[in-house]
């Protein structure tokens, strides 16, 4: 036995199913799913954010953040950070999939992301696994920063992402 060679049985391709993938990515990514917060300021320190604030009313979650705007290739592919390599650019990416999945766990009913210079300003939105759309805005007098809103169904936000949200910045010093 031990001199025998390796054989090639048979060789091929196959197929992942992308939705059935993200599903199971979601659901392993974080213990916490209300933790996907945390993951939308790893993405605004990894683009070098000197600011960052929230605003919270039981229904949405908005973050906005400075620093250099999203690549215009997170934004066509929302998860494909999942799979990058690591590199100091792919940990963006990365922490901006798991925010997007860990939202979509959740139950999130949108999510709006705006980033990019002015002249070539992004619109995603995501409504679920299959569903994402990235607008290019009309170029203009639009801010610097990155704006992110989170929406829940019927208006009401897991009780968790509230929790969640006041951990996140009572205990990282922000307001």
Known sequence: MEDEEAQLVESG????DRVKALEKLSAYQLEDPALFTLAWIRTAVASGATEISYDYDGRAIDIRFNG??????????????IFAEEGESEVRAKH????????????????????GPSQERRRLIVSTLEQERVDVLEPGDHPVETSVRVVWPRGEAP?????AMDVLFSHCGMV
Request: charged share 25%; net charge positive.
């Open 68 to 81: 250099e705007p999203l690549p215009k290739e997170i934004m066509r592919d929302p998860y494909a950070g």
């Open 13 to 16: 391709a196959f197929r992942v």
């Open 96 to 115: 901006f999939s798991f925010a997007v999945l860990g939202a979509l766990r959740l139950s999130a009913n949108e999510i709006r992301v705006v980033s």
């Open 159 to 163: 009780e968790t992402v509230r929790l």
